[in-house]
């Protein structure tokens, strides 16, 4: 397909009207916006507009409300608040966030709370068992306790140590842990700790709240714990609905601030002269007309509409033009990049060989029926992109599998059905001819390397890029040179004699000697002087190891094409390997071998037959003609979906 046609665009008018201008630029969602400096005179005496953004403190402040609430403010209408000032909303904003902060902080008190009563909840439940009161335990004058937990290991340790001053009483086991209390004279306090602490004992601090036995804290600890969260759900519950009132003014004070905000940094693009701004861009030019009238309520403004190629400082942005069935596979083109404004489109080129390549790999009447299937699926309901390009390429491998006879890996199925039509040709057994399929893989790379030649040439006459077009290994010389020794090779295996010496020295040695002299020529078709940097020698030695890559790389881009034959086996082996195994296995056993190894095989190779088939473009046909340095068409408008750091 092709790549939609732009037109420049100069906009001039009163510093008065700067802003309203910009909005309607947002609005009319077709304006490609440049930095007018780029094309200003320096004569002129221009100034770039470099201003702080006096929106970016209040929007922030509404990102941190909006993160500290869990509320995402929408786009609506604000005509309500249009007219409020800076500082009135600055003040509204403020009570907010300050009121928010307090049900934050009382809801982060109340969970601290929480915390604290729980974990002494479970320290006490641990210790069930105690009839004493903790806090007469803990003011013993003579005796001193500790409570904790010990490992099992250090505890079955315990009897080693009859002999020292201490009692240790378990109240519970947990797992690896035994749960109780030691008693120890005063005197002999720092003795038995230290014994306690090579034990890895683990000590309890029972909280100075706590008071009863440990049945009557356990229950009173068990009331804080629902009282605190009681509290905190009544924070929560508060909170939210506060914001509930709030939202909705919230929700039009950000699409006020957003739009303004947005607007107002593309005041950066503009340039002053005087008391008029200039502001450049790039409209459709099927929307250019509509784009021209837009302004016809601003007095001071004029529109200037030229043809996009007018300034050569700025590039024109593309703006690619697909149909809904090559569209998909835009995205494999924006991966390797857009192509220039006056190149060509490859995506309908990658629609077509990208489902031949992947089809003849992955020939499978079933297994392409099902990934068809599973595409259209994943991109209707889970809005991926990849699904509608899986979606045809499970067409191609469908397409395929019965020219190949495969049906789930059942490759006599579709026998009977050729036989009745009489079509004594098909199936295609793969298994049956190796040789065949890696010699007509090799020959259809053959073929799309030619075409992406003969591409290359029409897209560089297009952009008067001779060399490229007639000298280079991609252009003319490169095509014939390349088509002259297939032809040669074809010939003599047919006991043709081709390579004559006419032939040799007009079809292969010349082609060789323009790509050797392409930069020179080149010069010479545009009609300018050829300087040559580092002298004849460094000039011979250059171009002699480029002209002897090109030769290789005719070779070598020509082989990887076998790829693609290999493929189409390594999938039909593998499948016979799955039938292989289900034929010996139980009649119960059997069906699921089958089923399971159908996907399997369609899960793997279907993901190696994606990557492959893309290299394959990117490496092998892409890097011919294309060179993906074309700038996105980005229209202006208010993005209310990013966030303000």
Not at 381 to 403: C, D, E, H, Q, T
């Amino acid at each position: 397909m092709s790549i939609e046609k732009m037109e420049f665009v100069n906009i001039s008018g009163h510093t008065s009207d700067l802003n309203a201008t910009l909005v309607k630029l947002s609005d009319c969602g077709c304006f490609h916006i440049e930095s007018a400096s780029k094309v200003a005179k320096k004569k002129s005496g221009y100034t770039a507009l470099k201003e702080d953004n006096p929106y970016t403190p209040l929007l922030r402040k509404l990102n941190e409300i909006s993160a500290r609430s869990g509320v995402t403010f929408k786009s609506t209408d604000y005509s309500d608040v249009e007219n409020e000032s800076l500082p009135s909303l600055e003040k509204y904003l403020s009570e907010v966030s300050n009121t928010l902060d307090e049900y934050k902080t009382a809801e982060r008190q109340a969970r601290e709370q929480l915390s604290v009563h729980e974990q002494a909840m479970y320290q006490v439940d641990h210790l069930q068992g105690i009839t004493a009161d903790f806090q007469q335990i803990f003011h013993c004058e003579h005796i001193k306790i500790r409570m904790g937990r010990l490992p099992a290991d250090s505890f079955a340790k315990l009897p080693y140590y009859d002999d020292k001053p201490f009692f240790f009483f378990h109240f519970s086991q947990e797992q690896e842990y035994y749960w109780g209390m030691y008693l120890v004279p005063v005197a002999y306090l720092d003795e038995v700790e230290e014994i306690f602490d090579e034990l890895y004992f683990e000590r309890t601090h029972i909280p100075d709240f706590v008071h009863g036995d440990s049945e009557t804290a356990s229950s009173e600890l068990h009331r804080m714990v629902e009282e605190d969260k009681k509290a905190i759900d009544e924070c929560v519950k508060q909170s939210d609905e506060y914001m509930q009132l709030k939202t909705e003014r919230l929700c039009k004070i950000f699409s006020r601030l957003k739009t303004q905000h947005d607007n107002f940094d593309l005041r950066n693009k503009a340039v002053i002269v005087k008391d008029k701004f200039h502001i450049v861009g790039f409209v459709p030019r099927k929307d250019s007309e509509r784009f021209a009238g837009m302004f016809g309520d601003i007095e001071s403004i004029s529109v200037s509409i030229q043809h996009a190629d007018v300034n050569g400082k700025i590039p024109p942005p593309i703006k690619m033009k697909d149909n809904w069935f090559t569209k998909p596979f835009s995205l494999f083109v924006e991966m390797y990049g857009l192509p220039s404004y006056n190149g060509i489109n490859p995506t309908s080129f990658v629609a077509i060989t990208y489902m031949l390549l992947f089809g003849i790999m992955f020939g499978d009447f079933g297994q392409g029926v099902v990934l068809a299937v599973f595409g259209a699926l994943m991109g209707k309901l889970k809005k991926w992109s990849m699904g509608p390009i899986i979606s045809r390429v499970g067409i191609s491998g469908a397409i395929f599998g019965l020219l190949y006879g495969s049906v789930f890996g059942y490759e006599e199925l579709l026998d009977p059905i050729y036989e009745r039509l009489g079509i004594s040709f098909l199936p295609i057994k793969v298994m049956d001819n190796v040789a065949p399929i890696l010699v007509a893989t090799i020959a259809l790379g053959v073929l799309l390397i030619m075409i992406s030649i003969l591409i290359n040439i029409v897209s560089g006459i297009k952009n008067k890029d001779y060399e490229s077009a007639l000298f280079s290994n991609n252009g003319i010389a490169g095509l014939v040179f390349f088509g002259s020794i297939l032809g040669g090779l074809v010939g003599t295996l047919l006991g043709v004699k081709v390579f004559s010496i006419p032939y040799v020295l007009l079809l292969i040695i010349l082609p060789l000697i323009l790509m050797f002299m392409r930069e020179p020529l080149a010069c010479l078709v545009k009609g300018k002087k050829y300087k040559m940097e580092g002298g004849v020698g460094d000039f011979i030695a250059s171009n002699f190891f480029e002209v002897f890559e090109f030769l290789l790389s005719y070779v070598s881009n020509s082989l990887s094409f076998v790829r693609v034959g290999g493929f189409a086996i390594s999938h039909a082996s593998m499948m016979l390997v799955v039938m292989a195994l289900a034929k010996g296995m139980s009649a119960a056993a059997s069906p699921v071998m089958v089923v399971f190894g159908n996907v399997f095989v369609m899960g793997i190779e279907a993901l190696l037959v994606c990557i492959q088939a893309m290299r394959l473009e990117f490496y092998e046909l892409f890097s011919r003609f294309y060179s993906g340095d074309g700038v996105p068409f980005t229209p202006v408008k208010i993005n209310y979906d990013e966030t303000i750091e």
